[in-house]
Nanobody, 115 residues
Framework: QVQLVESGGGLVQPGGSLRLSCAAS????????MRWYRQAPGKQRELVAF???????NYADYVKGRFTISRDNAKNTVYLQMNSLKPEDTAVYYC?????????WGQGTQVTVSS
């Protein structure tokens, strides 16, 4: 079965960094566009970053210049490097794999930015 497993979340001080990973299994990873979303308490899930199967990337305005999405097709893994973290980045972060009508989600990893 398809599994997306996120890791790398945690508690970090403002201005700090974290790197999230999402390991995929059960899919031909290289064919999928991958996205990171986040959901803060009481808010809707929002798109953070996107990487196409060909490597094209795009970012939400509120993370541009601070976050970097990348992928390693040999490891079936997508990453989100998060720098200069702010308290408003606190959320559960989810990875998403999309190919046509096939969409899969991970279980999420908590990121808390607080002093």
């Amino acid at each position: 079965q398809v599994q997306l497993v996120e890791s790398g979340g945690g508690l970090v001080q403002p201005g700090g960094s974290l790197r999230l990973s999402c390991a995929a299994s059960g899919i031909i990873f290289s064919l999928y566009d991958m996205r990171w979303y986040r959901q803060a308490p009481g808010k809707q899930r929002e798109l953070v970053a996107f990487i196409a199967r060909g490597g094209t990337t795009n970012y939400a305005d509120y993370v541009k210049g601070r976050f970097t999405i990348s992928r390693d097709n040999a490891k079936n893994t997508v990453y989100l490097q998060m720098n200069s973290l702010k308290p408003e980045d606190t959320a559960v972060y989810y990875c998403n794999a999309l190919l046509g009508l096939a969409a899969y989600w991970g279980q999420g990893t908590q990121v808390t930015v607080s002093s």
